[in-house]
């Protein structure tokens, strides 16, 4: 029986929680319901637009047609000194020209060519509206007395700056020079004297920078020639002091040398390698006894002879061994002969050996010598480059100082030549002739861009208003943020309504209108609302007070009880509201007499008019109304009134200021939870509904009251709104009748 709810009650409510992303509809939403005051300030700002346009001064403008043509190449310019053989740049140079146009020094020259007086306001000049004409005697308040001079050019040069506008003609060397000013012949003056202006400046400013450049090409020409001197002199006496006459030749004869010095170290380094390999073997022979063996040393041909010498001799002996024994003459003979032959040829050996150790530390001596030698022409070579480096850097001096001279020689002079003529790059093509129609104030602009403004800003106010207002508008939004069920939209009814016809009894009154067949539709929606069980004992409640419970549960009784008996108690013991739509709108005993037992169930029940319908107020408001909701003896009430009525409607206190609601809703089947369209704040609501939630209260859904219907009818959708708020917290505080 029990609506499930999308809302966790633990969970804090989010400002921008379920909100939809806005639409096209939403915004022509917005603006249907801000439509008045959009347009009321759209309508002002367009006003004061106009008005200020009216109050403007007129403001004439004067156009001089110049043609700027680009500087002459013939003549010598200082430009061609500092940049000579460069690209130029003609979008550089013309834009060049109109900060010279729209500079302080032209302006100057404007103001001292008209003179001062042609800047004084004119009394005959034409005035617009003015705010100080309505003023009584503001218009009669005397001028401000006469400046100094100083201040009075300062600001005539200040005027002709910010009126002249500098506007190139397209893919042209046209220019266009325009004046403003409140004065149309003035305008036009002040066009001419500006492009003549600048003529005669750039006349000027070309005689000027021939003599400038004249007398610093002279200065610049006589430093030259000093320097050139000066290198001149350093070089013929580098060439003394080193006594060099062709450097070319010494350093052809030097590198000669050292080219041959090099191939004889190379030749001899050769020789005293071959001569260290035969050291080397006699020395290796020597130390193992093999003199005779080397065949370097057998290449000697005494060597060879002494050799061939011994070994006849030891032929001889051999030959001799076997005939006579050791003694004998012959023997001793061979033997003393073989002996001197080995003993010669071991000198021998050793002669040559010594010649050889010679031979290789004469060859050794000779490479160190060589290798000297071969240091002292490099050195020779090494001083001799850094001479003619010296000499080549100093050569270098002298040709860049003689062609610098050459240069601004030949520049002084082309220079001097053409400093006398005299060729502007512009002239005046057309003058500015007097204008008759303002370009500004533009009045039609004016009011035009006024109300753009204001419906801009009526926009932006609007949208911010709406995002600013968090009140529920309608079924969808109470389904979005609640999360409740809707049954019904009722509208809102008009204020001057007949005696009799009040909201409470609307719908008895009018039972074929739309407000009737919305009670019918909530009607329906309670009833179908439970499957298993029919909802006998409803419950309805709001959030805060004068959201119209009262009305929709006497209405909702009226319509139940076209079908059945109905009973509806007034249970806002607090602020009871119910017994004022009843005909004799008295007090009577009730509720609180019932439940002491003050009155009995007949004298408490008050049978309505031509219906079904019987009302039992609140009765006298009890000091705590809450005791007796929650007492045994009001739940036995409501069981023994359940056996003779087929539903029973309660209209209890809001749920959000007291707990009344909370302690009602354990004892009935269904809760109606009524919030205002446009006032209700969803957050508030959102608590009353969490308070009612946490106790597992039966809410079959909530009724949005109240709604404003658009053109043509009201549905289950967006409506447009009319904002009212809602009462403070409840209480005792007089209030606006329900």
Known sequence: MNAVLPIDPREPASAEEGRELPNLQDYLRILFRFKWGVLALMLASGLIAVLRAHSETPIYQASALMLIERQAARFVSIEEVYRANQGYDFGEYYQTQYEILRSRPLAERVVDKLGL??????????????????????????????????????????????????????????????????????????????????????????????????????????????????????????????????????????????????????EARRERADKEAAYRQVEDARRQDRLDQLPLLLASPLVTDLKQTAVNAERALGELTG??????????????????????????????????ERDFQAARLRENQLSGEMGSAKGEVRDLNRKQYELQALQREVDSNRQLYEVFQTRYKETAASGGVQNA????????????????????????????????????????????????????????????????????????TDAGEAPINYFAAHPQSSFAEAIRTIRTGVLLSAVDQDHKRLLITSSVPSEGKTTLSMNLAFSLGQMKKVLLIDADMRRPALHRGLPDQRQTPGLSEYITGEAKVSDCLRLLPNSSVYVMPAGVAPPNPLEILSSRKFAEALDNLGKAFDHILIDCAPACAVSDALVLSRLVHGVVYVVRSDATQWQVARTGVKRLTRIDAPIIGAVVNQVVPRKGGYGYGKYYYHGDGYYSDYGYAKRKKT
Do not use: C
């Open 323 to 356: 005939r006579y024994g050791p003694k004998h003459p012959r023997m001793l003979e061979a033997e003393a002969t073989l002996v001197a032959a080995r003993n010669a040829l071991k000198q021998q050996l050793e002669l040559v050996a010594s010649g050889i």
């Open 117 to 266: 007086p042609a800047f004084a306001p004119r009394a005959d000049a034409h005035k617009g509206f003015s705010w100080r004409n309505l003023i009584p005697g503001a218009s009669k308040a005397s001028a401000a007395p006469a400046e100094a001079a100083p201040v009075e050019r300062a600001w005539a040069v200040g005027l002709v700056q910010g009126s002249v506008s500098i506007v190139p003609v397209r893919n042209s060397q046209l220019v266009r020079i325009q004046f403003r000013h409140s004065d149309p012949a003035f305008a036009a003056t002040l066009a001419n004297a500006h492009a003549q202006a600048y003529i005669e400046e750039t006349l000027e400013g070309r005689v000027q920078m021939s003599q400038t450049a004249s007398t610093w090409l002279n200065e610049r020409t006589s430093g030259l020639r000093e320097k050139l001197e000066q290198s001149e002199r350093a070089l013929q006496e580098f060439r003394d002091r080193e006594r060099l006459i062709d450097v070319g030749g010494v350093d052809g004869l030097a590198a000669s040398e050292l080219s041959l010095a090099s191939e004889r170290l190379a």
């Open 425 to 496: 790059n512009a002239r005046l093509i057309e003058a500015a002739m007097p204008n008759l129609a303002p370009v500004y104030p533009n009045k039609n602009r004016s009011a035009m861009v006024g109300l753009l403004i204001g419906l801009a800003l009526g926009i932006a106010l609007a949208l911010i208003l709406d995002h600013l207002d968090n009140t529920l508008k309608g079924a969808d939004d109470v389904e979005r943020r609640l999360g409740l069920p809707v049954l019904g939209l009722v509208p809102r009814l008009a204020e001057n």
